[in-house]
């Protein structure tokens, strides 16, 4: 494996030099596992370009949410165990209404419905098995750190163009690279990547929830070990997972509100966001406290409408950002990468990524509606609504081969 502060193509000197088989840009969890998976399955060379480095995301302490069916993804390249907490029983409700679903992992012969982890344990995980898997394919994959990728455009029939910027030697030095095909996976630049893959075609599907996610980590003092909750209220989804902070046992915390109330819920005192956490969860799990720092940010669906365009294709967050009830974001991210690495074992070919947006299509359409519809029908006001969505819940806790369905698109996708 070949690793680069930054590229060892700069300037006009790229014009010059042999394309490469595949240039993946970002490398985050789905971009890491994409590049383990390719090496495991295909004989192409492939840069893996990020404008970060491994210690910067090793570092970082979000909690996220993986499903089975990802842990199987990722047991595929070695990149399990993670360090986990297993979410062995599911409760979904409304808060202050009747009606509430519980899924439980007997129920579907796994040993966990999912697991939270931190995202730099994973990628790190991620890391170790690329490594192994580059020993394994000497030659074959070259790592570029520090470096921006900003356009991608075809270069001819049989290549695409890669230009950027170069950060850690060179401050600014423009970089170009040439490539078969391009991936671009990494999720802040999904924005130009959508509207690139857009053009002449229907546009980017987006919706603002006028909702801000408000994270971070919490004990309390009638823990249930193994149980997440989403609880549905007035304001939006309330979410809590099992997790673990600085050693301390507890529960990593989504709640999604209107962003003025965000702003004013971080600007309490612990002991005062505590409190009116309590009063929005209820007391089954007594009191709460904060442990650790508060952060927020906006809530919103952006979906590019196509994924593939001639030899550029998006997957994860440079694809589809999602809201993140449920938890499917990474999951679907990490079906994209496996989905486009199987697909490319026919070639290095447009053709192949066509196929992969076809075999794909509706898994990603089913996660995108899934995820959008629950916080908008939850959202909307009134108690015949209320109720309304009350029943829905205690039926379809009753209709067992509907609940299954759900349930095991949400930990396998369609892919089964």
Same mark, same amino acid.
């Given at each position: 494996?070949?690793?680069?502060?930054?590229?060892?193509?700069?300037?006009?000197?790229?014009?010059? +030099?042999?394309?490469?088989?595949?240039?993946? #840009?970002? *490398?985050?969890? #789905?971009?890491?596992?994409?590049?383990?998976?390719?090496?495991?399955?295909?004989?192409?060379?492939?840069? @893996?370009?990020?404008?970060?480095?491994?210690?910067?995301?090793?570092?970082?302490?979000?909690?996220?949410?993986? *499903?089975?069916? *990802?842990?199987?993804?990722?047991?595929?390249?070695?990149?399990?165990?993670?360090?986990?907490?297993?979410?062995? !029983?599911? !409760?979904?409700?409304?808060?202050?209404?009747?009606?509430?679903?519980?899924?439980?992992?007997?129920?579907?012969?796994?040993?966990?419905?999912?697991? %939270? %982890?931190?995202?730099?344990?994973?990628?790190?995980?991620?890391?170790?098995?690329?490594?192994?898997?580059?020993?394994?394919?000497?030659?074959?994959?070259?790592?570029?750190?520090?470096?921006?990728?900003?356009?991608?455009?075809?270069?001819?029939?049989?290549?695409?163009?890669?230009?950027?910027?170069? !950060?850690?030697?060179?401050?600014?030095?423009?970089?170009?690279?040439?490539?078969?095909?391009?991936?671009?996976?990494?999720?802040? @630049?999904? !924005?130009?990547?959508?509207?690139?893959?857009?053009?002449?075609?229907?546009?980017?599907?987006?919706?603002?929830?006028?909702?801000? =996610?408000?994270?971070?980590?919490?004990?309390?003092?009638?823990?249930?070990?193994?149980?997440?909750?989403?609880?549905?209220?007035?304001?939006?989804?309330?979410?809590?997972?099992?997790? &673990?902070?600085?050693?301390?046992?507890?529960?990593? @915390?989504?709640?999604?509100?209107?962003?003025?109330?965000?702003?004013?819920?971080?600007?309490?005192?612990?002991?005062?966001?505590?409190? &009116?956490?309590?009063?929005?969860?209820?007391?089954?799990?007594?009191?709460?406290?904060?442990?650790?720092?508060?952060?927020?940010?906006?809530?919103?669906?952006?979906?590019?409408?196509?994924?593939? *365009?001639?030899?550029? %294709?998006? #997957?994860?967050?440079?694809?589809?950002?999602?809201?993140?009830?449920?938890?499917?974001?990474?999951?679907?991210?990490?079906?994209?990468?496996?989905?486009?690495?199987?697909?490319?074992?026919?070639?290095?070919?447009?053709?192949?990524?066509?196929?992969? +947006?076809?075999?794909?299509?509706?898994?990603?359409?089913?996660?995108?509606?899934?995820?959008?519809?629950?916080?908008? #029908?939850?959202?909307?006001?009134?108690?015949? =609504?209320?109720?309304?969505?009350?029943?829905?819940?205690?039926?379809? =806790?009753?209709?067992?081969?509907?609940?299954?369905? @759900?349930?095991?698109?949400?930990?396998?996708?369609?892919?089964?």
């Amino acid at each position: 494996m070949t690793q680069q502060g930054n590229p060892d193509l700069q300037g006009s000197a790229a014009a010059t +030099a042999a394309p490469r088989d595949i240039v993946i #840009v970002g *490398s985050g969890p #789905v971009g890491l596992a994409l590049a383990g998976q390719l090496l495991r399955c295909t004989p192409f060379r492939i840069t @893996l370009i990020d404008a970060a480095t491994p210690a910067r995301a090793a570092r970082d302490p979000r909690a996220i949410a993986l *499903s089975h069916g *990802s842990r199987q993804l990722l047991e595929q390249i070695g990149a399990w165990p993670v360090p986990a907490q297993a979410i062995e !029983h599911i !409760h979904v409700s409304q808060r202050g209404r009747f009606g509430h679903l519980k899924l439980h992992r007997d129920d579907y012969d796994v040993p966990a419905l999912g697991y %939270v %982890v931190k995202y730099g344990d994973l990628c790190q995980t991620l890391e170790r098995a690329l490594a192994r898997a580059a020993d394994a394919a000497p030659g074959r994959l070259e790592r570029v750190f520090e470096t921006r990728i900003d356009n991608i455009e075809p270069d001819g029939d049989d290549a695409v163009t890669l230009t950027g910027t170069a !950060h850690a030697d060179h401050d600014g030095l423009p970089v170009r690279y040439a490539a078969r095909l391009a991936i671009q996976a990494e999720g802040g @630049l999904f !924005h130009q990547q959508a509207q690139r893959l857009a053009r002449g075609t229907e546009t980017t599907r987006r919706r603002d929830y006028g909702q801000t =996610a408000i994270i971070g980590h919490v004990t309390c003092t009638q823990p249930q070990p193994g149980w997440a909750w989403e609880r549905f209220t007035e304001e939006g989804p309330l979410a809590l997972l099992p997790h &673990e902070e600085h050693g301390a046992s507890g529960y990593a @915390l989504v709640w999604c509100c209107a962003p003025e109330e965000a702003q004013r819920r971080l600007a309490l005192s612990d002991e005062e966001f505590a409190e &009116e956490l309590g009063r929005a969860f209820g007391t089954r799990m007594g009191r709460f406290a904060l442990a650790g720092k508060r952060h927020a940010f906006p809530l919103g669906l952006n979906a590019a409408p196509v994924t593939v *365009s001639d030899r550029v %294709v998006a #997957v994860g967050n440079a694809a589809q950002t999602l809201h993140p009830v449920a938890g499917q974001g990474l999951n679907l991210g990490l079906r994209d990468a496996f989905a486009l690495a199987d697909s490319l074992r026919a070639g290095c070919t447009p053709e192949a990524l066509q196929a992969f +947006a076809s075999r794909h299509r509706v898994d990603r359409a089913m996660t995108i509606g899934i995820t959008d519809f629950l916080p908008r #029908v939850f959202g909307v006001g009134g108690p015949l =609504a209320a109720h309304a969505r009350g029943a829905s819940l205690a039926a379809l =806790a009753c209709l067992a081969p509907i609940k299954h369905s @759900l349930a095991r698109h949400m930990m396998f996708g369609a892919r089964r």
